[in-house]
């Protein structure tokens, strides 16, 4: 189930029409690239770029099936305690990112924390394919694990453009921020291109830019986490709202659930929210926040999402009861 559906739209200016076309096999969610073109052959060249774009800062960014040889985080990982790799910009750009969000967020989101997340990783692929084998990591595991990160074990050199890990027990893992920031690269990539009135949906990951085709702003519907439907609908022009929560990417252990975001504090899923939305102008900023303020509590996340501007959070309770910070549309 996405985290974000889209509504409708009516009365659409008769110059431009709407498209839609889905992928399921990139970033492991469900990609939608709709738009407002002229023709059919129009969106057909918009949305191939998308999608080959999306294709390639995919495998960019597989740590768990990319190519180890090639010129992505597969690869850093691969040679992590050995020497640098040459790694693509999309790659190079990533990484700042993730250096500069470890240091935004005091470690909370810690892209180099790749060693507890591969331990849930296997946890939910042996559930999945042998229920009745299903269990969570042990504490020695989870304790081992989470010995191995460190933002200071990655060193990156923009001139030579390679990135290495010092430390040979040291994995990345970008789950937090890939998504938000491939879709700011995709969406750039479109705008110089001269398209226009486009959104980019990522399985939750949500970028608009322009306007549906009878002059109106995008709609992005927010699910209810909790029960069916709807929780709030957004207006959006040239902005971005993510979502995150605890319903996707999860195991059942002896009858409780066990989702994907984990908190480094405990090495276990955290447990404080139901939900989390974030709107923001950039969706790496979007996305980077909606993970950030779900594992931290609310007064915490307040001062976080304070230091950018214009980024406005809806927060939902495990009890269904819903916070929306100055800034949140009503």
Same mark, same amino acid.
């Given at each position: 189930?996405?985290?974000?559906?889209?509504?409708?739209?009516?009365?659409?200016?008769?110059?431009?029409?709407?498209?839609?076309?889905?992928?399921?096999?990139?970033?492991?969610?469900?990609?939608?690239?709709?738009?407002?073109?002229?023709?059919?052959?129009?969106?057909?060249? !918009?949305?191939?770029?998308?999608?080959?774009?999306?294709?390639? *800062?995919?495998?960019?960014?597989?740590?768990?099936?990319?190519?180890?040889?090639?010129?992505? !985080?597969?690869?850093?990982?691969?040679?992590?305690?050995?020497?640098?790799?040459?790694?693509?910009?999309?790659?190079?750009? *990533?990484?700042?990112?993730?250096?500069?969000?470890?240091?935004?967020?005091?470690?909370?989101?810690?892209?180099?924390?790749?060693?507890?997340?591969?331990?849930?990783?296997?946890?939910?692929?042996?559930?999945?394919?042998?229920?009745?084998?299903?269990?969570?990591?042990?504490?020695?595991?989870?304790?081992?694990?989470?010995?191995?990160?460190?933002?200071?074990?990655?060193?990156?050199?923009?001139?030579?453009?390679?990135?290495?890990?010092?430390?040979?027990?040291?994995?990345?893992?970008?789950?937090?921020?890939?998504?938000?920031?491939?879709?700011?690269?995709?969406?750039?990539?479109?705008?110089?291109?001269?398209?226009?009135?486009?959104?980019?949906?990522?399985?939750?990951?949500?970028?608009?830019?322009?306007?549906?085709?009878?002059?109106?702003?995008?709609?992005?519907?927010?699910?209810?986490?909790?029960?069916?439907?709807?929780?709030?609908?957004?207006?959006?022009?040239?902005?971005?709202?993510?979502?995150?929560?605890?319903?996707?990417?999860?195991?059942?252990?002896?009858?409780?659930?066990?989702?994907?975001?984990?908190?480094?504090?405990?090495?276990?899923?955290?447990?404080?929210?139901?939900?989390?939305?974030?709107?923001?102008?950039?969706?790496?900023?979007?996305?980077? !926040?909606?993970?950030?303020?779900?594992?931290?509590?609310?007064?915490?996340?307040?001062? *976080?999402?304070?230091?950018?501007?214009?980024?406005?959070?809806?927060?939902?309770?495990?009890?269904?009861?819903?916070?929306?910070?100055?800034?949140?549309?009503?």
């Amino acid at each position: 189930m996405l985290a974000v559906v889209m509504s409708s739209t009516v009365g659409c200016s008769p110059t431009v029409e709407r498209h839609e076309a889905t992928r399921l096999e990139l970033f492991d969610t469900p990609i939608s690239v709709i738009a407002y073109t002229k023709t059919k052959e129009e969106f057909d060249a !918009l949305s191939h770029l998308a999608f080959s774009e999306l294709s390639r *800062l995919d495998a960019l960014y597989d740590v768990y099936e990319g190519d180890e040889a090639g010129n992505g !985080l597969a690869a850093v990982n691969a040679h992590a305690g050995g020497h640098p790799v040459e790694v693509d910009p999309d790659v190079m750009g *990533l990484l700042q990112w993730a250096k500069k969000a470890a240091e935004l967020t005091h470690g909370v989101i810690d892209a180099s924390a790749g060693q507890i997340c591969l331990l849930w990783q296997q946890a939910r692929e042996t559930a999945a394919q042998h229920p009745e084998r299903a269990q969570i990591p042990s504490k020695a595991a989870i304790d081992e694990a989470l010995q191995h990160r460190g933002m200071d074990a990655l060193i990156l050199d923009t001139d030579a453009g390679t990135a290495c890990l010092t430390d040979p027990n040291v994995r990345l893992d970008v789950g937090a921020l890939a998504k938000g920031y491939a879709a700011d690269v995709v969406m750039e990539r479109l705008v110089r291109e001269g398209y226009t009135d486009v959104m980019l949906n990522l399985g939750g990951n949500v970028l608009t830019r322009g306007q549906r085709g009878d002059g109106s702003p995008w709609r992005i519907g927010i699910r209810n986490p909790l029960q069916e439907g709807v929780l709030a609908e957004v207006a959006s022009g040239d902005g971005s709202v993510v979502t995150s929560g605890g319903y996707e990417r999860k195991m059942e252990v002896d009858g409780k659930e066990y989702h994907h975001i984990i908190d480094l504090s405990t090495g276990m899923p955290a447990e404080r929210w139901a939900q989390v939305s974030v709107i923001s102008t950039h969706s790496a900023e979007a996305d980077l !926040l909606t993970t950030a303020l779900f594992l931290l509590p609310e007064e915490d996340g307040r001062a *976080l999402l304070a230091q950018f501007d214009g980024a406005a959070a809806c927060y939902v309770r495990q009890d269904g009861s819903v916070t929306r910070t100055e800034g949140w549309p009503h």
